[in-house]
Nanobody, 129 residues
Framework: QVQLVESGGGLVQPGGSLRLSCEASGFTLDYYSIGWFRQAPGKEREAVSLISTSRSNGGDGTTYYADPVKGRFTISRDNAKNTVDLQMNSLQAEDTAIYSC?????????????????WGQGTQVTVSS
């Protein structure tokens, strides 16, 4: 079955860290760009971080971070596990949202949101004291 499954969400205090994981089944994750997106209550979904297909698989391996998370979040691939992880440090209340990963064309820089064709179910991240 072709699917994406997120894990690693939870409740954390401000300043804390979480590591989200996006695991693929039924296909090779590194043939696609992968994006982490989030949606907070009453707000539109926004892209948090994106990573292109690795150079070894014909991509450029570049990453993107939204301004609010630059310097705090890190996206990475673990091709042995067929996952893309999002390390989130120095979490703030404003980071509270449902985080979802999605699959897109190999180069995120050439893809529109509508080209992300496979989405996980999402994982809740709550930052609160």
């Amino acid at each position: 079955q072709v699917q994406l499954v997120e894990s690693g969400g939870g409740l954390v205090q401000p300043g804390g860290s979480l590591r989200l994981s996006c695991e693929a089944s039924g296909f090779t994750l590194d043939y696609y760009s992968i994006g982490w997106f989030r949606q907070a209550p009453g707000k539109e979904r926004e892209a948090v971080s994106l990573i292109s297909t690795s150079r070894s698989n014909g991509g450029d391996g570049t990453t993107y971070y939204a301004d609010p998370v630059k310097g705090r979040f890190t996206i990475s691939r673990d091709n042995a596990k067929n996952t893309v992880d999002l390390q989130m440090n120095s979490l703030q209340a404003e980071d509270t949202a449902i985080y979802s990963c999605a699959r897109g064309p190999p180069l995120w820089s050439e893809a529109g949101l509508e080209e992300y064709d496979l989405w996980g179910q999402g994982t809740q991240v709550t930052v609160s004291s």
